[in-house]
């Protein structure tokens, strides 16, 4: 794979880091200059924090990413008194941070409302308005949004006054929220999938090992963006573990959740709808450059180079829909919804244990990823050793159980299909295949590569050749009903044989909870027809 292609000698990674960021370049320099200049030790921290909060500010603005049953109250007939409440203790956090930053500078914000209160002449008071929204530097920046919570803040006061909020109040006052951090020239995270040099370093070695081992530029700028928006996601993590350990500000967690869930939506959509079409125009510049004479001698090196690149594809689709899945029990099942109101010594605890299950499902995204690029790879330790053997345990048996439902359900109706009489000719008869073959892209095919299934090939070539045709015929679906039922036999003794583990002794398989796992994987999937999850 090494000499199929010629290398491109540029660093996606960095190239990330520096471009995503939607800043001009002299905004750019002046923002790096500003910030190292800072003198105290965890800076890095505090402007995460300003950064997520005003981020998640404006996430928090859509209720789409709130906690809650998908068949919540309409908004119309909502009271959001309560959500009002959670985005004003965010904003006078996201107003301490912003004080931290301006240091001395932050007194002239209390002169300067002074001032307000006395000037007489209209005149004056358009120029000091004018004065106070100059963006020339990050200092100025900083303290433009500095006025504007304030006021937002007043606002706010008043308004939780009133008997009920509702969802065009509610709306207006975020949206206010979301123009002022999004006109701002230096602080203005609101860009899906962008990343910045003062924070988002990777720090496993064994991660930039394998980002650097990808040769293609479009697919080494690919894995480098998901590895990017992976390990922004532990961040967002940390930090909400840090706020559920302190009562008084554990609601707060609310927006930073909303945050990560617009991340995580934002990643999966990037996976699932544009992922294919990058790798396949970055793998057709890179064939222009080879010489035509040379074509022959590199054909198979090019063909292992391709077969790689599908297999990568496959690999990021499923890390996006096991993120989504997760994100979905969490926030559909596990967080109580904003309106519930919590308390917050009571919602800490509830923020830790999920938490620390969305956790685990980055880890498993990670080193899903790392084994994708590289199957002979040192996969980075993400946690205690021990933990991470029965979570990677307790995982794959899970997964197993759930393509041991899938496979029987597909033979159900694969056998039915074939023993009917005109069936191939509308349709409807197609679906289950369709069907099937996105629920194997979602948990089989990666589930297929960890177990090291001796005939993947077969498998995966038999579902091919009956993915892509309009009409099939009985030939094609009897070779996927004999790979099926071959890969059952298998599973099902891997499925015992998980369960022998020494590192699940005494650990009951929680079948229910499988099973509503895969309800949501099948949900997500798109499909028309799904299995039934029922018990063994």
């Known amino acids: 794979m090494d000499e199929a292609l010629p290398p491109t000698g540029r660093d996606p990674y960095a190239d990330l880091l520096r471009d995503t960021r939607g800043l001009k370049r002299e905004h750019a320099l002046a923002r790096e200059t500003w910030f190292a200049a800072l003198g105290w030790e965890h800076k890095d921290d505090t402007l995460f924090e300003l950064e997520m909060l005003l981020k998640g500010l404006v996430c928090f603005g859509n ?271 596990d967080l109580p919804p904003p309106d519930a109101g919590v308390r917050g010594e009571d919602l800490g605890p509830v923020l830790v244990v999920v938490t620390a299950e969305l956790r685990n499902a980055i880890h498993q995204s990670i080193r899903t990823l790392c084994f994708a690029v590289d199957r002979d790879a040192t996969l980075p330790a993400l946690a205690d050793e021990a933990a991470e053997r029965r979570a990677s345990s307790e995982r794959i048996r899970r997964d197993v159980w759930m393509f041991i439902q899938v496979l029987r359900a597909f033979l159900t109706k694969a056998h039915a299909a074939v023993g009917g009489v005109d069936h191939w000719g509308g349709t409807h008869s197609l679906l289950f295949v369709k069907d099937f073959a996105s629920y194997f892209q979602q948990i089989g095919y990666q589930l297929m590569r960890t177990a090291d299934y001796p005939r993947y090939d077969a498998f995966v070539g038999a579902v091919h050749r009956v993915r892509d045709v309009d009409l099939l015929d009985p030939e094609r679906l009897n070779a996927v009903v004999s790979e099926c039922a071959a890969f059952l036999q298998f599973l099902e003794a891997l499925h015992e044989a998980i369960g022998r583990r020494s590192d699940l002794a005494g650990t009951e398989f929680d079948r229910r909870a499988a099973a509503e796992r895969l309800r949501l994987y099948l949900s997500s999937s798109g499909g028309v027809s799904s299995p039934s999850a029922g018990a063994d």
Not at 257 to 279: E, I, P, Y
Not at 286 to 305: D, G, H, N, Q, Y
Request: aromatic residues 6%; positive net charge.
């Open 63 to 333: 209720i789409q990413n709130h906690p809650g049953p998908a068949s919540r109250t309409p908004a119309v007939a909502h009271d959001f008194h309560e959500e009002l409440r959670i985005a004003r203790e965010a904003l006078d956090r996201a107003v301490t941070l912003l004080r931290s930053l301006l240091g001395n500078r932050d007194r002239a914000y209390t002169f300067q409302r002074y001032l307000e209160t006395v000037l007489p002449e209209d005149g004056a008071r358009t120029r000091l308005v004018r004065d106070t929204l100059t963006q020339d530097t990050p200092e100025e920046a900083l303290f433009v949004l500095r006025n504007a919570f304030g006021a937002v803040l007043e606002i706010i006061d008043g308004l939780s006054r009133l008997g009920r909020i509702p969802h065009r109040l509610f709306g207006a006052v975020m949206a206010t929220l979301t123009r002022e951090v999004g006109r701002n020239t230096y602080f203005n995270p609101l860009q899906p999938l962008e990343f910045r040099p003062e924070f988002d370093r990777i720090r496993s070695v064994e991660v930039l090992e394998t980002i650097q081992r990808v040769r293609m530029d479009a697919a080494h700028r690919t894995v480098a963006l998901t590895f990017l928006a992976l390990f922004r996601m532990l961040r967002y993590i940390t930090l909400i573990e840090a706020i559920a350990a302190k009562p008084g500000q554990a609601r707060r967690a609310y927006v930073l959740l909303a945050v990560l869930r617009s991340d995580v939506r934002a990643l999966v959509g990037h996976l699932r709808s544009r992922v294919g079409d990058v790798l396949a125009n970055g793998l057709e510049r890179e064939l222009m450059k080879v010489p035509a004479a040379e074509l022959p001698a590199r054909f198979s090196a090019i063909a292992e180079e391709i077969g790689w690149l599908r297999d990568l594809r496959t690999s990021l689709v499923a890390v996006g829909s096991h993120l989504r899945v997760e994100i979905r029990k969490a926030f559909e099942q």
